[in-house]
């Protein structure tokens, strides 16, 4: 064959390795609705839609009302308000995949080159891997397609005239969908920077000639920053409006570092414990393909793309919610870098003939199709059990059954009950998206408004169940109601147990995915009158086995309720609920822990082995029940089997004090003092101190000492 065919072939299948990727592409952004902070959204645009102004101060809280909030997403919630009211919930889908669509084109446009086809679609295929975690439909989305259009434009088209007129519109349209907007100016001022570094200070190699601007495209870039940053002022609160998202970017540190602690998209994507596992693994390989390519084309380096690289790797280093930003950056800068580099200099002589370099870059795409063919059949099978119709569900298109709590915010709705109720952080978007203005939340997804001493407050009522400060806001806001999510997370037993000791409240719904506790008022007292769970009267709701059939199914439903009523002190619906679940799923392992707990709490200690050890058997890495069979072993005196499990926990966390704690009373008992008080000393060295522990752990030790002084009694004569 000619070279002139090979040539030809590995150009079709890199246009076909294209097709194949946008293919992928629409697949994976088509996942169903599972963002918490969309409902506030869609509220916001009806809201917005129907007063015709946009607020600024809130309208959705009752603990905050009347508060100032400059709302920078205005936008982007009447485009999803609008749109879902016109197409539906799948049309904001397709909304997401036609954004994210033109997002991954203008990238294709940045970086496209005929040469090297292969490596455009890989880096775009891990940029795609790292952005799919952030496949929500949230403003970020029109954020990351203004950051890349912006950087398309400014280089590639800044010597345009209409290029002016086009980022002054993309600013705006920015300002008034998301907070990031900034980056535009900022990315225009890295720009003036770079270039003027290039001008006036003495470079290595030939740093200051790549990608140097003419004069009339340097004179054009300070010309569009004055208007860019006069862009960012319009918006329905001009210059405060354009200054607050800087101001809350910058006060991140002190007291707000609590949100960083408690939302996962604020936590940091790399650890030192993280560093070397596959977390996050492709925005990692992003880090060293692009850090190599300023490597291997270290003598021309373009200063521009060295500044956003190093810039945005920082940014993305703070937050996981950053880590798209990075991602499309980084495929900027490989592109530059690659720019410089030829086959001939990469590869050994004899392999640097043209026919060679065809077939590799054939084989290359044939690999890249190949696998994201395979990622893409792997996608498809995502799915789970609806246990309201007994089928799948895809996770594809419509609204996510396992997220939200909607069977509980169906009732609410449904009961027609009003009033201001206390939630957790997790529910609060979707509580104002289906029940505002009827029910006003405690709390939401906007930290910025809220206040990191807001979230500390609330955090003592959620995790601690701190009745003193739920006091005093019931009184100042009129707290008359509670919903509690154990859908998206487990309630605390402390916050259930707080609700559950008042004895003005009732519980009138419980299931798997909340609790709801009403307080008696006059407005109320119909529904508890009409609503109230007794749950000494419960009796579990059993699936319909022979509509199962045989599918395997986890029946979480069953243990989420066992849970919740295990807290509350209803043992024997808990067991019941247990039961119910392994009828369904034999081999369900955290139905046997429940099981387990139950019994040993009725001190039958010799039933609760039997089930924690059937719960650890099916749950390997679950500590928790690992602990319970630990305990279970102390209970019936085999100190030897509880020591082996106590270690087990020891060296999977070795942090965990009751597994210390465990060691260390079960090594008293065998008469190992000198380990025993060691233990006791790693215990209390992590600063959370059992002081009823401590004590047992000294009494076990003085008491052996004690019986094994013999005391010799004279014979009488």
Same mark, same amino acid.
């Given at each position: 064959m000619s070279e002139r065919f090979w040539k030809n072939l590995s150009t079709t299948m890199g246009w076909l390795s294209i097709f194949v990727f946008f293919a992928l592409l629409t697949f994976t952004s088509s996942l169903e609705v599972k963002d918490l902070d969309l409902w506030l959204h869609l509220r916001m645009g009806y809201w917005i839609s129907h007063h015709g102004f946009v607020p600024n101060y809130d309208v959705l809280s009752c603990t905050i009302s009347g508060k100032p909030w400059v709302n920078h997403e205005w936008l982007f919630q009447v485009l999803v308000y609008q749109m879902q009211k016109a197409y539906g919930f799948d049309g904001l889908i397709s909304m997401q995949s036609f954004v994210v669509g033109l997002t991954f084109l203008a990238l294709l446009f940045l970086g496209y080159s005929r040469e090297r086809q292969w490596l455009t679609v890989f880096t775009l295929l891990m940029v795609l891997l790292v952005y799919q975690t952030r496949f929500t439909i949230r403003p970020d989305i029109f954020s990351l397609l203004f950051f890349v259009l912006y950087i398309y434009v400014l280089s590639i088209h800044i010597n345009k005239r209409w290029s002016v007129y086009a980022l002054v519109i993309l600013q705006i349209l920015w300002s008034n969908m998301h907070g990031f907007f900034f980056f535009g100016p900022l990315l225009v001022g890295l720009g003036i920077l770079s270039e003027f570094v290039k001008r006036r200070l003495p470079m290595p190699y030939e740093w200051n000639t790549v990608g140097r601007l003419t004069d009339g495209e340097f004179n054009s870039l300070k010309k569009i920053f004055p208007l860019v940053l006069l862009a960012c002022c319009v918006n329905p609160l001009t210059i405060q409006g354009a200054w607050y998202p800087v101001s809350v970017f910058f006060h991140l540190a002190g007291d707000n570092k609590i949100f960083f602690n408690h939302i996962l998209e604020l936590q940091k994507p790399i650890t030192a414990s993280t560093i070397f596992t596959d977390r996050y693994c492709y925005y990692k390989v992003l880090i060293v393909i692009s850090t190599l390519s300023f490597v291997f084309n270290r003598r021309k380096i373009d200063i521009s793309s060295l500044l956003v690289w190093f810039i945005f790797l920082g940014f993305s280093l703070v937050a996981i919610r950053n880590l798209i930003y990075f991602a499309a950056a980084s495929y900027m800068v490989i592109m530059v870098n690659v720019i410089s580099l030829s086959w001939e200099k990469l590869v050994p002589v004899r392999f640097s003939s043209s026919k060679f370099k065809h077939l590799t870059g054939i084989v290359c795409k044939l690999g890249i199709i190949y696998w994201m063919f395979n990622f893409g059949l792997q996608m498809s099978s995502d799915g789970y059990f609806d246990f309201d119709t007994y089928n799948r569900k895809s996770e594809f298109f419509g609204v996510s059954k396992r *997220?939200?709590?909607?069977?509980? *915010?169906?009732?609410?709705?449904?009961?027609?009950?009003?009033?201001?109720?206390?939630?957790?952080?997790?529910?609060g978007a979707y509580l104002v998206g289906r029940t505002n203005p009827d029910i006003k939340v405690f709390i939401d997804g906007r930290t910025e408004v809220y206040g990191a001493n807001f979230f500390e407050t609330y955090l003592k009522i959620w995790q601690e169940g701190n009745a003193h400060t739920f006091a005093y806001f019931e009184h100042k806001d009129n707290i008359t109601g509670a919903f509690l999510n154990n859908a998206h997370q487990q309630i605390p037993e402390a916050v259930l147990k707080m609700f559950h000791s008042f004895k003005n409240w009732s519980i009138v719904y419980l299931d798997y995915d909340a609790v709801i506790f009403l307080k008696q008022t006059p407005l109320n007292k119909p529904f508890i009158d009409r609503l109230l769970v007794d749950t000494s009267k419960w009796n579990p709701k059993p699936m319909d086995l022979l509509k199962l059939g045989t599918k395997r199914i986890d029946p979480f439903p069953f243990t989420g309720?066992?849970?919740?009523?295990?807290?509350?002190?209803?043992?024997?619906?808990?067991?019941?609920?247990?039961?119910e679940a392994i009828k369904v799923a034999p081999d369900y392992g955290p139905a046997y822990s429940m099981l387990g707990k139950i019994y040993n709490k009725r001190k039958d200690y010799k039933k609760a082995f039997e089930y924690y050890r059937l719960g650890a058997m099916y749950l390997q890495g679950d500590l928790q029940t690992r602990l319970g069979l630990a305990q279970a072993y102390e209970d019936l005196k085999d100190y030897k089997g509880a020591i082996i499990q106590y270690q087990r926990v020891v060296d999977a966390s070795p942090k965990n004090v009751p597994g210390y704690f465990g060691l260390a009373r079960s090594s008293a008992e065998l008469g190992q003092d000198k380990k025993a008080l060691e233990l006791l000393g790693s215990a209390q060295k992590l600063g959370l101190e059992d002081k009823v522990d401590v004590q047992k752990i000294h009494d076990i030790i003085n008491n052996k000492k004690k019986r094994s002084v013999v005391v010799k009694v004279p014979k009488r004569k």
């Open positions: *997220v939200y709590p909607y069977k509980a *915010v169906d009732f609410l709705i449904k009961q027609h009950i009003k009033g201001n109720f206390f939630n957790d952080f997790n529910s309720r066992a849970y919740i009523l295990e807290a509350l002190g209803a043992d024997e619906a808990a067991l019941l609920e247990s039961k």
